[in-house]
């Protein structure tokens, strides 16, 4: 059952936001600010990736927007198995890891806001934010029904259940009706949430085929539901306020906004010849990205819908770094870091503001990209020293496969994906970095659980939640 919401400050709290969270009266007195949080979440995003980025996007003298943030921690990842849902795992998924986060429950692969063992629904901040009389808002550049976005607002025991087709196969005990019955598309439609904007007009066009009187698309069943549907971030804006409304903004997932040139993935290096011949990339823009809009436009958008007198919670996730490291495209990623980074100056300044909100920014799981030596030192001592000992050009070569840029300083900047020489790059289980500004100080350690941010969200928004 969902508690009533609580008073936003007390009084004896009040001096802790004198700073950032007052605002005048009109009497001339002064009034607490309603309190806000955004979480960002760079899918896939650890400190390989940042240090990557850091390096091309501002040098190696150089910093991120997001680097000046007043408090840094790291999170450890937690996350069971699936088939034996009381046996740790040690890489996360997005479902397990953004469940974490969005809960504060260590949940199994692939659930979405369910416990481990796939059964019963666990609370997220979009509702619990919803049902104590806040705003709330998720933006991504992923589909919307995508995993990290879903763990916000919806539950099913597979991630892959997105549309009400994928039920059957994937999810055929999960009930198809009620509060958290149906695809994840379907409780998108029926969520409490003000704001969504994202991809995915594909998944929402979907039918919910063999369902008396249900036959109808999982946009209609939104429409129902008092949301207004449309498909562009210009309409969006254009709405009037107090709407709820939702943008989907691609058939599926947005484009990344950077490509390399040539337009390739990191590549195999069989042996020493080729290594020495690789050619480094250039990122250049990507076409298909034009007039898509950037992530800081969005999370602005969202953003001055959501203000207001009540308070809100906005989730953004810039969920192509993933998809771009999976498909080994470093150019890519690096320009959805990019991305990430202009909208964390979006909402520090807009948190400037307007006070009082707290700002995290952090990853689901880590990737499997890692900076390395070119040359290779290693290379080069077994060439120089160990000429009558030397190993084959097979076995001197770097595991997995490897992209080279060239910096803005003219320095070599190497990508090794060295999990497998699979089709696709793997997950990887490290710690991820954590962001704050200055809401956050006192508040963690140098090492936290990922599942606190979630405490960290409901404590500083002040929110009733469900007992267990």
Not at 49 to 68: F, H, K, P, V
Not at 121 to 136: I, K, P, S, Y
Not at 267 to 292: I, S, W
Request: charged share 20%.
């Amino acid at each position: 059952m969902r508690a009533l919401r609580m008073n936003m400050l007390r009084a004896a709290g009040l001096a802790l936001l004198v700073a950032h969270g007052t605002v005048v009266s009109a009497d001339g007195g002064s009034e607490a600010r309603a309190p806000g949080g955004v979480l960002f979440i760079g899918d896939g995003l650890d400190d390989q990736w940042l240090s990557i980025a850091r390096n091309y996007l501002a040098g190696s003298d150089g910093r991120l927007y997001m680097d000046g943030l007043q408090v840094r921690s790291a999170a450890h990842l937690q996350m069971m198995e699936m088939e034996r849902p009381t046996t740790p795992a040690f890489t996360p998924d997005s479902a397990s890891s953004a469940t974490s986060m969005a809960t504060g429950h260590v949940t199994a692969l692939g659930r979405v806001a369910v416990d481990a063992e796939g059964a019963s629904h666990l609370e997220t901040l979009v509702q619990a934010a919803a049902a104590n009389g806040l705003r709330t808002g998720v933006v991504t550049n992923t589909r919307l029904s995508d995993a990290t976005p879903a763990a916000f607002l919806a539950h099913v025991p597979d991630r892959r259940c997105e549309t009400p087709d994928a039920m059957a196969r994937f999810c055929p005990e999960w009930p198809l009706d009620g509060p958290q019955g149906g695809s994840i598309a379907e409780q998108i439609a029926g969520s409490p949430v003000d704001v969504l904007i994202g991809g995915g007009y594909r998944q929402f066009s979907a039918a919910s085929p063999g369902r008396p009187g249900k036959a109808q698309t999982v946009r209609e069943i939104a429409a129902r539901k008092g949301f207004v549907v449309v498909n562009s971030l210009a309409a969006f804006d254009a709405l009037p306020g107090g709407r709820r409304a939702i943008a989907l903004l691609a058939s599926d997932d947005l484009p990344p906004r950077w490509t390399g040139e040539p337009n390739r993935s990191a590549q195999p290096v069989p042996d020493m010849d080729a290594y020495h011949a690789l050619k480094t990339d250039r990122c250049v823009d990507n076409p298909k990205f034009e007039g898509t809009p950037t992530l800081a436009e969005m999370t602005r958008s969202a953003l001055e819908r959501l203000s207001g007198p009540e308070g809100y919670f906005l989730m953004v996730e810039s969920g192509l770094i993933d998809k771009e490291s999976h498909r080994r495209r470093t150019c890519g990623a690096i320009g959805e870091i990019k991305q990430l980074d202009e909208a964390v100056e979006v909402a520090q300044r807009f948190a400037k503001n307007h006070g009082n909100t707290l700002l995290v920014v952090t990853s689901d799981h880590g990737q499997a990209a890692q900076l390395v030596a070119y040359p290779s030192y290693m290379i080069e001592y077994v060439e120089h020293f160990l000429r009558d000992s030397r190993p084959d050009d097979g076995a001197l070569s770097p595991p997995g496969r490897l992209s080279l840029l060239e910096t803005r300083e003219g320095g070599r900047l190497a990508v090794n994906y060295g999990t497998n020489r699979a089709p696709l790059a793997e997950h990887t289980g490290g710690a991820v970095p954590v962001l704050m500004n200055e809401h956050g100080t006192g508040r963690v350690g140098a090492l936290m659980f990922q599942k606190e941010i979630h405490r960290l969200v409901i404590e500083h928004l002040q929110l009733a939640v469900e007992k267990e």
